[in-house]
């Protein structure tokens, strides 16, 4: 009987043989079973316990047991004590060459067992494991993040995996942060923004403003750094990003299925406002890299004016774009956007930076026919462009729902006065209103004819008016009847209504219950007009000038009388407020009001200058005429009869 030790090692390395000839995976497989063979084929000093290796424990047991088969034989014939070697009439072979005979044996079953675990786990279900920390890691983190987003906890030092940033933009007094779709944002507080200095060292500065959409990009204002320096966040793993001038840019872009155009929106090109420019001299890029010439599609410039480019979209790419359009993503696999930009031809040929992705216009809406045409969702819309007007917004949508309007496109020009809370209270059924992000400096004829296009499908009829702004029916007539009219007439593409500027009327402080109710004194003459347009009937180039586009040819616009309708402009508030147009003007080819150019305009207040101080008669002031017209409509229309309270 083989002493216990040896046992026991025997046992040891038949439990590697048993787990080897299981089907778990090959490669664990072929680790264990090059251990169990250099448990077996070891030298000397083995674990044997006494000088000898597992090789000799087995080789010994077996000669114990052929010896005792051996000693059986012989004795049945007389012999006595014969061995193995004694019953085939040969010497034993030495022991070196028993084992090395044992090992490749051994060796030779362990590959077969390799083998036939491979074939096993073949015919086997797959249940892929995770077995590297990364994507656990990632897990972690967008664990952590959905518990920052909605518990609202600091978000410092945590690095959120959907936070990516796509493009950044220095603009002339901070840098715009613009990440990919689905990034989801803690509070400003809770993050910093990181500009990449020399000398590997970072500067940390707090965000001014962060503007998120649910179906469209976050946007991040941070401080203006340094010239050139890269920019990131303190929460992404992005590597930081040089931010592209803001004015030499192709800004955004919007494909037209009508004709497989695509409108192009850019800075730099310094075409003359209100004036078609040479399309010739210009072509479109598509690509993914623009600056690699090699691997651009290019097509024809259709038409130029102002910063609005229209261009052939070109059959690879509309291709490319329905293929994508399922995933509604037109990224290539490693992320990266396609891009299209503006080419100068000729000499010293040169493409602007781009930063636009084109996005599909909404497709024609098949609405109910009538006997001449098809009829819209919408016979009347409003299209804005404002910024910090949050407290004027409700008056100004109330009102204008309840005289006929049933839908808003709001453009938000960095706004950073709770504009999104406010929105938040407009019931929707009851309000139709569209927030658009829309950072671009000196570009309000760029918005509004990018709005014009998003209405074209579902609005009849578009106003461009600002938030001071409201349209006003002195007569009998009201704003359905107007536009009854002018639609039986389909030649008419525009309808122009002049604009009474009213004063502060007296006023120290903002109107408790509105500006329609508040301010009661105006000029005696109106300023300029304002326009209401049927989208189908704008020129292609899409030329306007704030207050009037241009239309299709054979297409022409209607004065509609002051008796009618008309525009009652509070363009001349308390100062509280009119000072804030000092902070800048969005129109791009209007001077600011602090700028030493076109001092004696009629876009700026006449005798003010340039500088935001106040006039001590500033409450006085343009006030020629007292209107209460339209404040005794409002009274009537929206006052409680119980509480004599307005509804906003």
């Given amino acids: ?313 070109p059959l690879r790419v509309r291709r490319y774009l329905r293929m994508t359009a399922d995933g509604s993503s037109n990224r290539k696999s490693d992320g990266k956007p396609m891009l299209v930009s503006i080419r100068t031809k000729g000499r010293g040929s040169s493409t602007l930076p781009s930063i636009a992705e084109p996005e599909p216009l909404p497709r024609p809406n098949r609405h109910r026919r009538t006997r001449h045409r098809q009829q819209k969702a919408h016979s009347m819309c409003v299209c804005t462009m404002l910024r910090n007007q949050a407290r004027f917004l409700r008056e100004w949508i109330i009102y204008h729902s309840h005289i006929g309007v049933q839908r808003w496109f709001i453009y938000d020009n960095n706004s950073d006065d709770d504009i999104e809370q406010v929105l938040s209270t407009m019931d929707p059924s009851a309000y139709n209103v569209t927030r658009h992000l829309w950072p671009w400096m000196k570009s309000q004829e760029a918005g509004f004819a990018h709005c014009a296009l998003r209405a074209r499908e579902s609005c009849e009829w578009v106003g461009f008016i600002d938030i001071d702004e409201f349209l006003h029916f002195p007569g009998n007539q009201t704003l359905q009847d107007v536009l009854q009219n002018y639609s039986s007439k389909p030649r008419i593409g525009e309808l122009r209504t002049a604009c009474h500027s009213f004063g502060p009327s007296g006023r120290t402080k903002i109107p408790k219950k509105g500006v329609t109710t508040g301010y009661t004194c105006r000029l005696a003459a109106p300023e300029r007009h304002k326009s209401i347009v049927r989208p189908d009937a704008l020129n292609p180039s899409l030329i306007n000038v704030v207050h009037h586009f241009h239309l299709k040819e054979g297409m022409k616009y209607a004065n509609v009388g002051q008796g ?71 009274h009537k229309e929206f006052t409680d009869p119980q509480t004599g309270n307005l509804p906003w």
């Fill in 1 to 313: 009987m083989a002493p216990p030790d040896r046992v026991a090692h025997l046992a040891s390395a038949t439990d590697v043989w048993g787990q080897c000839s299981a089907p778990p995976a090959r490669e664990w497989c072929g680790l264990r079973c090059s251990r169990g063979s250099e448990l077996l084929l070891g030298g000397g000093g083995g674990e044997g316990g006494d000088g000898r290796t597992v090789p000799d424990m087995a080789m010994s047991a077996k000669e114990r047991k052929l010896s005792r088969l051996g000693s059986g034989k012989g004795a049945a014939n007389g012999g006595g004590g014969g061995s193995f070697g004694a019953r085939g009439g040969h010497r034993p072979p030495p022991a070196g060459t028993r084992r090395r005979l044992f090992a490749a044996f051994f060796a030779f079953l362990c590959a077969g067992a390799v083998v036939f675990g491979g074939v096993h786990a073949i015919g086997a279900s797959f249940r892929p494991v995770l077995m590297t920390p990364w994507p656990s890691a990632t897990l972690n983190a967008l664990s952590s993040e959905r518990r920052v987003q909605q518990a609202g906890g600091d978000g410092a030092g945590t690095v959120l995996p959907s936070v990516q940033i796509r493009h950044a933009v220095a603009l002339p007094d901070h840098v715009l942060l613009i990440l990919r779709d689905g990034s989801l944002l803690p509070a400003s507080g809770q993050f910093e923004c990181l500009y990449s200095v020399a000398n590997s060292t970072q500067l940390h500065r707090p965000p001014l403003l962060v503007a998120a959409m649910p179906d469209g990009p976050s946007l991040v204002h941070c401080p203006a750094g340094p010239s050139g320096v890269a920019v990131s966040l303190s929460l992404t793993q992005s590597p930081p990003v040089t931010p592209l001038r803001w004015d030499q840019l192709v800004y955004t872009a919007l494909l037209d299925s009508r004709d497989n155009s695509t409108i192009l929106f850019a800075k730099g090109m310094n075409l003359r406002p209100g004036r078609l420019g040479v399309p010739s001299r210009y072509e479109c890029v598509f690509g993914w890299d623009l600056s690699k010439p090699k691997f651009v599609v290019t097509s024809p410039v259709i038409s130029a004016a102002q910063e609005t480019f229209r261009c052939v979209t």
């Fill in 564 to 634: 009618v309708m008309l525009i009652n402009h509070y363009k001349y508030q308390v100062w509280e407020v009119f000072k804030d147009k000092f902070s800048g003007r969005v129109a791009t080819y209007v001077a600011d009001w602090q700028d030493e150019e076109n001092v004696g305009s009629r876009d700026r207040a006449p005798g003010l200058g340039t500088k935001p101080v106040e006039p001590e008669d500033w409450p006085s002031r343009f006030c020629e005429v007292y209107d209460t017209s339209l404040k005794d409509f409002v």
